[in-house]
Structures are given as structure tokens and as C-alpha cells.
């Protein structure tokens, strides 16, 4: 097998990334716990790794053209396997903080160059039938990746940790050897611009050329699903093993059935409103379910109920996603700059997330469920806000309307 520009062979990179990247996840918990650490560990810890990849996501979306997607997903696969090993070695709050930091960084390479990759090399038919397959991917993998991760953590979570960074590290030497760049749209750049464009900051100064009213609606739109999801994701694996005593196993159990559902969704329902309907509507009612299901899991007591109707909303939690990706079509620009813009305000929901959730559960165990329910709440009224934008044709996707 040669070298080759496609994008299935990119999916299969991602779903192996999926794979071994959720494999420390529902061992986290217990790690925490067995080092003697605080509560609030669990949300600072992911809330640590999405502070970085919120800063950088910028910078590898502007260098993207410069070295080649491929090439970046390459070193940030194993630069994310040894910082996930890092991760495992920790024994004490600073040592988990600056492993997470260093993964959030490899990360958001591996999450941008990803998007730059099928916007490459998909063409105007099939490119948000491509950004939805990715998520798509992402969400069902994930979920047995967990699974998977739960029964090694059984058996050891120093283990769980080594399998997951060999395991990442074999997908960028996969990249490598097996997936092409489109060499036509490389740029030389100097080393000097390299530096220069390190600055994180940068790149946001540099957004404000492309910047409309339009897209900063929707990157709003991505800040506070994002920061839901992530509230009541990071609560959830904890609240199950802290309340109910839950094995590593036991997460990972729930996430398989959830991978399940989320294929079965994204196959059927997902699939129906990207092809027949216009996702910068539709979006809005399945944000909608997804509150309302938020405010059942806050008001439900028994154990059984609240796992069936938790993994239901991760089921409608998958659909949202290709969705709200899809619309990025929407409002992209010819360079990486707004899948760049995407990719970092996500993660800083995911900051916000992550780490109010984790410094909130002392108060209060079901709190973050509150906060995810509220933050779904104003994602409605953004979308709402947005499909009214488009809908109108005096409203084009250009600097300052």
C-alpha cells in the first residue's frame, strides 16, 4: 500500500485515533481517586487540556498549507501518546495539569488538520456529507473506545495508559506512511513566520479580517454546546463513580451502548435532516430536545431511569454535532482560519465546562447538569439568531455585516 490522497483512509486514521484516544477516560475517576486528589480534579484536569487546545488551535490552522495536514496529524498522534503517558506517571496536581496541558496542545493539531484535510480534498457535494461521517465516526468510536478502556482499567490503569499511547502513536506512523497531502495547495513559509505565528494570540488578531456578525453568532453557537456537553460529560463520569460506586467497566459499558445509539441516529436521523432539511434550522429543535432531556436527568432520582435517560441524550448529543459542523461550510473562509476559529471556541466551552463543573460539584452534585441545561438554553436562542441571518439574502458572510 502507497502514500495516497483519501479521504477514507483519513476516516480510518480517525477512527483508530477515536479508539485509543477514549481508552484513559472512564479510569480517570478512579486514578483521581486513588492518588488521594481532590474532587475537583476530574474538571480541572480536562479543563487543563482544553485551555491549550483552545490557545493553539489557531496557530495549526494558519500553518495547516504550510507543512500539510497529514504531516501534522503525524507528530501531533505521537506527541499526544507521550503526553497521555505523562498523564499516567502523574502522582501529584501539577504533574496531571502540565500532562493535559501538553495533550491539549497536540490535540487541536490533530482536531483542526483533521477538518483542513476533508475541506482539502472533498469536493462541494460531498464536503459536509464528510464533516458529518467524521463526527459521526468520532462519536460512535469514542464510545467503544471507553468501552474497552473500562475493562483494562479492571485490570490496571498504569496499562490502560501505555496501550493508549502506543496505540496513538501507531495512528500518526499510519498517517505517515499511508495518507497523502494535495501537495497543490502547500505554501513555503520562513522559519521566521513560524515563530512569529507561534504567538497564540496572533491568530486571533489576525481573525479580525474575516470576522462578521454572522460568524461570531456561530462560533457562539459552538462555545455554549460545547460548554454543555463537557458540564454534563465531565459530571457524569465522575457523579457515577463517586454516587453509585461504578467500575471502570461500568463507564465504559454505558459509553458502548451510547456508541450504539449515536450510530444508529446519526445513520437515520442525522442523516435524513443533513440530506432533506435545512440544518441551520432543524439544529434548533434538536438542541431543544437535548434541554429538555437535561432537565429530566436534573429532576430523576432512581439509578435505572437516570442511566436510560442519560444515554439517551447522548444519543441526541451525537446528532447535534455533524450538524452544527455541517454549518461551518456556511461561514468558511478559503484558509484554515475559521476551522481553526471552530475548532478553539469549542475547546474554550469545553474550559468553561470542564473546569466550573469540577469546581462546583462540591456544592452540589447535579449543579453542572443545571449549568448544561442553561447553556443549551442560550445555544437555542443562537441558532435561532443564526438561521435567521442566513435566511435573510441581504446577510452575506463578508467583513463587517
Known amino acids: 500500500m502507497i502514500r495516497k490522497r483519501s479521504v477514507t483512509r483519513l476516516f480510518i486514521s480517525c477512527a483508530l485515533y477515536s479508539l485509543a484516544a477514549n481508552f484513559a477516560h472512564p479510569v480517570t ?9 481532590n474532587d475537583y480534579m476530574f474538571g480541572v484536569a480536562f479543563a487543563a487540556m482544553s485551555l491549550s487546545n483552545f490557545l493553539f488551535s489557531p496557530f495549526w490552522g494558519k500553518i495547516a498549507h504550510n507543512f ?47 477538518i483542513v484535510y476533508i475541506m482539502d480534498n ?17 462519536a460512535v468510536v469514542s464510545a467503544f473506545g471507553y468501552m474497552i478502556g473500562g475493562f483494562l482499567g479492571d485490570i490496571s490503569i498504569m496499562m490502560t495508559f501505555i496501550i493508549q499511547a502506543v496505540g496513538l502513536a501507531s495512528v500518526g506512523v499510519y498517517c505517515l506512511l499511508f495518507i497523502a497531502d494535495n501537495d497543490d495547495l502547500k505554501t513555503k513559509v520562513r522559519v521566521s513566520e513560524i515563530i512569529k505565528n507561534s504567538n497564540p494570540f496572533k491568530a486571533f488578531v489576525d481573525a479580525r479580517n474575516i470576522i462578521t456578525v454572522t460568524i461570531v453568532i456561530y462560533l457562539a453557537v459552538a462555545v455554549f454546546t460545547a460548554f454543555a456537553s463537557t458540564a454534563y460529560d465531565q459530571c457524569f463520569n465522575y457523579f457515577i463513580k463517586d454516587h453509585y460506586g461504578f467500575a471502570p467497566s461500568y463507564n465504559g459499558l454505558i459509553k458502548a451502548s451510547v456508541g450504539i445509539i449515536s450510530l444508529i441516529a446519526n445513520a437515520t436521523i442525522c442523516s435524513y435532516l443533513l440530506k432533506k432539511t435545512d440544518i441551520k434550522k432543524t439544529i434548533i429543535p434538536v438542541l431543544m430536545i437535548c434541554f429538555i432531556l437535561m432537565n429530566a436527568i436534573i429532576l430523576i432520582e432512581d439509578v435505572g431511569t ?96
Open 29 to 37: 475517576p478512579t486514578f483521581i481517586q486513588e492518588l488521594g486528589l
Open 68 to 114: 500539510g495536514p497529514v504531516k501534522i496529524m503525524g507528530v501531533c498522534y505521537m506527541g499526544y501518546g507521550v503526553a497521555q503517558l505523562m498523564f499516567g506517571l502523574s502522582q501529584s496536581e501539577i504533574a496531571i495539569v502540565c500532562a493535559r496541558l501538553i495533550g491539549g496542545f497536540f490535540i487541536g493539531g490533530i482536531t483542526v488538520e483533521q
Open 122 to 138: 472533498s469536493d462541494g457535494l460531498h464536503l459536509s456529507q464528510n464533516l458529518a461521517i467524521n463526527v459521526t465516526i468520532t
Open 306 to 401: 437516570f442511566i436510560v435517560t442519560n444515554v439517551i441524550f447522548f444519543g441526541f448529543n451525537a446528532v447535534y454535532q455533524p450538524l452544527l459542523q455541517a454549518e461551518i461550510t456556511f461561514v468558511k473562509n478559503d484558509d484554515g482560519t475559521v476551522v481553526g476559529l471552530y475548532n478553539s471556541m469549542r475547546s474554550l466551552g469545553n474550559v468553561g465546562g470542564s473546569l466550573i463543573a469540577g469546581l462546583i460539584y462540591g456544592y452540589g452534585a447535579k449543579l453542572s447538569f443545571v449549568l448544561s441545561a442553561v447553556s443549551f438554553l442560550i445555544a437555542i436562542v443562537f441558532s435561532f439568531l443564526f438561521y435567521r441571518r442566513m435566511k435573510d439574502p441581504a446577510v452575506k458572510v463578508q467583513r463587517g455585516v
